[in-house]
C-alpha cells in the first residue's frame, strides 16, 4: 500500500475523512494566488509561513493535502492522501469534488503571476525552480495517478465536465474541476 503522508513533509494534521472509493485517483492543482500582481507591477511572494498559518488555522475549512513551495521544496501536509481535502466547492447532491475516487488529492502551489523572489519575477508557475515537484510526482504515482490531464492542460478558462471528471483518472486544474468558479491553473 502506498505511503499515506509524503514522505519528507511536516506534517500537520487536521481531521481526514473518507473517499468515496468508488474508483479512479485524481489531482487538483491550485496556485494560492495570494496577491494581484502584474508585468508592470510584480510584488513580493507571500511567506510559506503565512499560507501555512492560515491552512491550520482560519483556512482550516479550505485546506489541500499539500502546500508546496516551488522555490524552495519545502512542503506542507494536511490530510492523509486517502483522505478528502477541502479545498475545492462541492454542492450538496452535485457532482462529488473533494471525495470523488479512491484519492482526490489537492495541491496548493505556493504562486501568483508575477511574484518576485530573491530578485527575479515569475510569470508563470513553469517559470519557477519547481522544486520538490520530483518527490511530489513520484508520490502521486505510487497512488495511481497517471501522467495525463484529462480535460488538458489548465488555463485561466474555465474547461469543466463533470462526465470527464467522474469517469477520467489524472490531473486537473482548479479551473477544470465541476461546481467550482474561480480558475487559478
Same mark, same amino acid.
Given at each position: 500500500m502506498p505511503e499515506p503522508r509524503l514522505p519528507g513533509a511536516e506534517l500537520h494534521l487536521l481531521d481526514d475523512?473518507? !473517499? $468515496?472509493g468508488d474508483g479512479g485517483a485524481r489531482v487538483i492543482h491550485h496556485i494560492t494566488w495570494d496577491r494581484n500582481a502584474s508585468a508592470t507591477a510584480p510584488q513580493d511572494? $507571500?511567506?510559506?509561513? &503565512? +499560507?501555512l498559518g492560515y491552512f491550520?488555522?482560519?483556512g482550516a475549512g479550505m485546506a489541500p493535502h499539500l502546500l508546496v513551495d516551488p522555490f524552495t521544496g519545502r512542503i506542507a501536509q494536511f490530510f492523509s492522501a486517502n483522505s478528502r481535502a477541502k479545498a475545492v $466547492? &462541492?454542492?450538496? @447532491?452535485?457532482?462529488?469534488t473533494n471525495r470523488k475516487g &479512491? $484519492?482526490?488529492i489537492q495541491i496548493e502551489w505556493l504562486f501568483f503571476p508575477y511574484c518576485r523572489v530573491g530578485g527575479n519575477v515569475y510569470a508563470s +508557475? +513553469?517559470?519557477?525552480? !519547481?522544486? @520538490? +515537484?520530483d518527490r511530489v510526482m513520484a508520490w502521486l504515482r505510487s497512488w495511481g495517478v497517471p501522467d495525463v490531464w484529462p480535460m488538458g492542460e489548465p488555463s485561466w478558462s474555465a474547461n469543466r465536465n463533470a462526465q470527464t471528471w467522474n469517469t477520467r483518472s489524472g490531473h486537473y486544474g482548479h479551473s477544470q474541476v465541476p461546481e467550482n468558479d474561480h480558475t487559478d491553473p
Open positions: 475523512a473518507p !473517499m $468515496v511572494l $507571500v511567506p510559506f509561513d &503565512n +499560507l491550520t488555522g482560519a $466547492v &462541492n454542492a450538496a @447532491g452535485g457532482v462529488e &479512491n $484519492v482526490c +508557475l +513553469l517559470d519557477t525552480p !519547481m522544486r @520538490g +515537484l
